[in-house]
């Protein structure tokens, strides 16, 4: 089964925005909609995402700059290009930026849902392929990944744990805070960033070195790693 998206569509038609936005929904994936590309910072949380679905013609800056912006920033990104632009010019344009699927306007539902799954499937494949397992030791309090071992208090163990089990090894905040109340009174989401930054913190210093927990906007937290529980 092909990978859960976090996915940004950056179009200014509202109503073509909404309807590609819905459609991506209805596929399983985390979908927002931005009106102009100086909406998605390449420095904030939301412009974490694994798909750029953009079209080219923006007022501002356009989407060959945002996609070339953010591909500096987050070389593993996937970005899918809509646009009415059509000629050989534009397209090797388009690909020269950083498109991985260009296509151009209109561009029916069925098209659009095929290059989506398409995409998702070519990132869980990547995913598998280069990302080393990290190892969880329940009982023995620790973790092991491609560059050691290292301690972890029982609040991080549960966090790990709990996410390795849910679908798409993703949680809401309201779920992290429970596991996290029983050892911090009142706790807040203040509080769990705090523990999820020592735990980044913990899983750097054994060898991962990518996005290992990464803010879900307006949501909670996915873990970015396959892992074994022991």
């Known amino acids: 089964m092909a990978a859960h998206l976090n996915i940004a569509v950056v179009e200014d038609n509202d109503d073509l925005r909404?309807?590609?936005v819905e459609v991506l929904t209805a596929l399983g994936h985390r979908v927002f909609?931005?009106?102009c590309a100086?909406?998605?910072?390449?420095?904030?949380?939301?412009?974490?995402?694994?798909?750029?679905?953009?079209?080219?013609?923006?007022?501002?800056?356009d989407g060959v700059s945002l996609s070339r912006r953010l591909r500096g920033t987050q070389?593993?990104?996937?970005?899918?290009?809509?646009?009415?632009?059509?000629?050989?010019?534009?397209?090797?344009?388009?690909?020269?930026?950083?498109?991985?699927?260009?296509?151009?306007?209109?561009?029916?539902?069925?098209?659009l849902q095929a290059a989506v799954k398409s995409?998702?499937?070519?990132?869980?494949k990547l995913l598998l392929d280069n990302q080393a397992l990290l190892t969880v030791q329940i009982a023995g309090l620790k973790a092991q990944g491609p560059g050691g071992n290292i301690y972890l208090n029982t609040?991080?163990?549960?966090?790990?744990?709990?996410l390795s089990r849910s679908p798409d090894r993703r949680l809401a905040y309201w779920q992290l805070l429970e596991i996290l109340s029983p050892?911090?009174?009142?706790?807040?989401?203040?509080?769990l960033s705090v523990r999820m930054?020592?735990?980044?913190?913990?899983?750097?210093?054994?060898?991962?070195?990518?996005?290992?927990?990464?803010v879900i906007r307006n949501e909670g937290y996915q873990l970015c790693l396959p892992v074994q529980l022991v």
């Open 183 to 191: 050892s911090i009174e009142g706790a807040t989401q203040s509080n």
């Open 18 to 20: 909404e309807a590609i």
């Open 75 to 111: 070389p593993g990104l996937s970005i899918l290009m809509m646009t009415a632009r059509d000629t050989v010019h534009d397209k090797v344009a388009g690909y020269e930026a950083g498109a991985d699927i260009y296509l151009t306007k209109p561009v029916s539902i069925e098209e």
């Open 119 to 124: 995409l998702a499937r070519r990132m869980e």
């Open 38 to 61: 100086e909406e998605l910072s390449d420095g904030d949380s939301q412009a974490m995402i694994d798909l750029l679905v953009v079209d080219l013609n923006l007022p501002g800056e």
């Open 197 to 214: 930054t020592r735990l980044r913190k913990k899983l750097l210093d054994i060898g991962f070195d990518g996005t290992t927990l990464q």
């Open 33 to 35: 909609g931005l009106s």
């Open 155 to 162: 609040v991080e163990v549960d966090i790990l744990a709990a």
